[in-house]
């Protein structure tokens, strides 16, 4: 965990990111709930976010996040609180996709529908993204039909 100074420079770096009045809050407590969680949460400049496991765990951290710069499939910057709460959802995934299965269109959309679920619930949690509730849906099938069924 970070201390109170550098969780406040992880929290002000994305709120500059995501940059959408009315999310400052939900913002910030995700990004506290990762700190706690041992979760990393920073911003790339590739045109997409991810989550990803970490094998050496030098700094305390289980999980680095890595948000894209801006909105890929909506115009608006809610896009990028979204991929927060779904990259999140991946890390609370218990269900690891084993190697083996890194080719099997099944398990890995298994995988993408589950750091949904988790997302979906935590959404809810935050009465701030209640206007942004369609916007949501719609992003998370866009991503989801990303990944064939079978």
């Known amino acids: 965990m970070k201390n109170e100074d550098d969780l406040a420079r992880s929290i002000g770096s994305m709120l500059q990111r995501v940059d959408e009045p ?27 976010s991810y989550a990803s496991p970490l094998i050496d765990d030098t700094d305390g951290y289980l999980f680095r996040i890595r948000i894209k710069p801006h909105p890929v499939n909506m115009e608006s910057r809610a896009e990028l609180v979204f991929d927060i709460l779904h990259e999140l959802g991946h890390c609370f995934d218990l269900e690891v996709l084993a190697l083996e299965d890194k080719d099997n269109n099944a398990k890995k959309r298994g995988r993408e529908v589950r750091a949904w679920a988790w997302a979906d619930q935590e959404f809810s949690r935050h009465p701030a993204l209640a206007p942004y509730q369609e916007l949501y849906l719609k992003y998370r099938a866009i991503c989801l039909n990303s990944y064939p069924e079978k």
């Open 22 to 48: 009315g999310l400052e809050h939900v913002v910030a407590d995700l990004v506290r709930l990762a700190d706690l969680e041992r979760i990393a949460v920073a911003y790339n400049n590739e045109p997409w």
